[in-house]
């Protein structure tokens, strides 16, 4: 009785992890690219660049003179690529932004 549960559990439990289960592509975040960041100039208000980049997936509520854009994917379970944005304000106009872009945006 022992073996067969024990076999059973086995079987159950592989099938977790059974070669050839398909996996999904999973993108998160807003996708920026350098046609979007190069219409960023100085002293655009904070409302335009959202116009143009989108919204920002965070904001810190302490600092509010910085906003992230930041997009992952992830294709078929393989390792996650990431990419980041932070964009700098003075009060609540456009100073500068922070840039670590992907080579190529995968989802396109």
Do not use: W
Request: overall charge negative; proline content about 6%.
């Amino acid at each position: 009785m022992q073996k067969l549960t024990a076999l059973i559990l086995t079987l159950v439990l592989s099938g977790c992890v059974f070669p050839g289960v398909y996996k999904i592509n999973v993108q998160q975040g807003s996708i920026v690219t350098d046609e979007e960041l190069a219409q960023l100039t100085e002293g655009m208000p904070r409302s335009q660049v959202h116009a143009v980049m989108g919204t920002p997936l965070m904001l810190n509520p302490v600092d509010p003179s910085r906003e992230y854009y930041v997009y992952t994917f992830q294709r078929e379970g393989e390792e996650i690529k990431e990419q980041r944005i932070i964009v700098y304000y003075n009060g609540d106009q456009y100073a500068s932004y922070e840039a670590q872009l992907l080579d190529e945006t995968p989802a396109y």
